[in-house]
């Protein structure tokens, strides 16, 4: 297993690899706590939030091209990566959009990088943060304090995967 820094650096190689001057990139994760994260369900959640990635950036005639494989071997999770001609600040807008959808929207981690592979951070937009699957305080300190076990976060995402349509 490689460690965090180095896992942050091959991301990095791996967003720069894939920039393009005037094009955003995307990066759609399902936020699955713990270190195994392929299952039936996540990749069902993936999926679904992928196609709403879609739908949304169609509706919006940008332009977007898909550029990864469903599940990353490297990452060891469903990451769907996608080359967005926009501004990377209004892309940024409509992820946030996308994560605050009332189905899906909480599980899911959604980065999007401009063309020199920097991350476009949620704190330029004037957003509360981000709330936890399962009580009311902010998902960071959560996380931080592991007040849910894993179980109890995954039975959350169970449930929710289970309600969304199979497309
Ligand atoms: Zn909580």
Redesign the pocket.
Same mark, same amino acid.
């Given at each position: 297993m490689m460690n965090y820094l180095e896992l942050k650096e091959q991301k990095q190689q791996l967003i720069e690899g894939k920039s393009q001057y005037g094009a955003a990139i995307v990066c759609i994760r399902v936020n699955v706590p713990g270190e195994q994260k392929k299952f039936a369900w996540s990749e069902k959640i993936h999926r679904h939030a992928s196609l709403k990635f879609e739908e949304l950036f169609l509706n919006q005639a940008i332009k977007f091209q898909r550029i990864e494989e469903e599940f990353c071997n490297l990452f060891y999770e469903y990451i769907s990566f996608y080359r967005v001609k926009s501004e990377p600040i209004s892309v940024k807008r409509l992820t946030i959009q996308l994560e605050s959808d009332e189905e899906i929207g909480r599980l899911l981690d959604i980065d999007v990088y401009d063309f020199k592979g920097n991350s476009i951070s949620r704190d330029e937009f004037d957003i509360p943060d981000r709330q &936890?699957?399962?009580?009311s305080?902010p998902?960071f300190i &959560?996380g931080r304090t592991r007040?849910?076990s894993i179980q109890e976060l995954h039975q959350f995402m169970i449930l929710k995967a289970e309600m969304l349509e199979d497309k």
């Open positions: &936890c699957y399962l009580c305080e998902a &959560c007040k849910h």
